[in-house]
């Protein structure tokens, strides 16, 4: 939970933290710079991006989290140009974590249904 304060704070200095400086994304070796440079990357694009637990299930050195991730972006995000239009999506993440922090970390999200909803036009 004090991960997802972090990311709700925008505190991206402090990951070191959380996360290892070697990790694995969705199974493919990575860093956390890498990690960091990603989430620097949404709250750019939007601003008031925000992580909502929904769910947590912990598992010996593993982590599942679903979440609720809402957001209006105020630049151009996943190709579509900002509108004033909001977008609400569930995340699924899983992590594992050795010395308490994430060694492996991999998240799911409908980039499918963010696009429908950035893209959606009003009727009338």
Same mark, same amino acid.
């Given at each position: 939970?004090? /991960?997802? #304060?972090?990311? @709700? ?6 990951? !070191? +933290?959380?996360?290892? +400086? +070697? ?10 710079? #890498?990690?960091v440079e990603v989430l620097k990357g949404i709250v750019d694009a939007v601003p !008031?991006?925000?992580?909502?637990? +929904? ?5 010996? !050195? ?6 609720? @991730? ?21 995340? /699924? ?9 994430? *060694? ?9 249904? *963010? ?10």
């Open positions: 939970m004090r /991960y997802i #304060a972090a990311l @709700n704070a925008h505190e991206f200095d402090g990951m !070191d +933290e959380f996360v290892s +400086e +070697e990790v694995l994304l969705s199974g493919e070796p990575g860093t956390r710079d #890498a990690v !008031d991006f925000h992580w909502k637990v +929904e769910e947590m299930l912990f598992d010996r !050195d593993g982590i599942a989290v679903r979440l609720t @991730n809402t957001g209006t972006p105020a630049k151009e995000w996943l190709g579509v140009k900002p509108s004033g239009a909001s977008c609400k999506t569930a995340e /699924y993440a899983i992590y594992k974590v050795r010395d308490g922090r994430f *060694i492996h970390m991999t998240n799911l999200h409908d980039s499918a249904a *963010i696009f429908r909803q950035l893209t959606a036009r009003e009727d009338g």
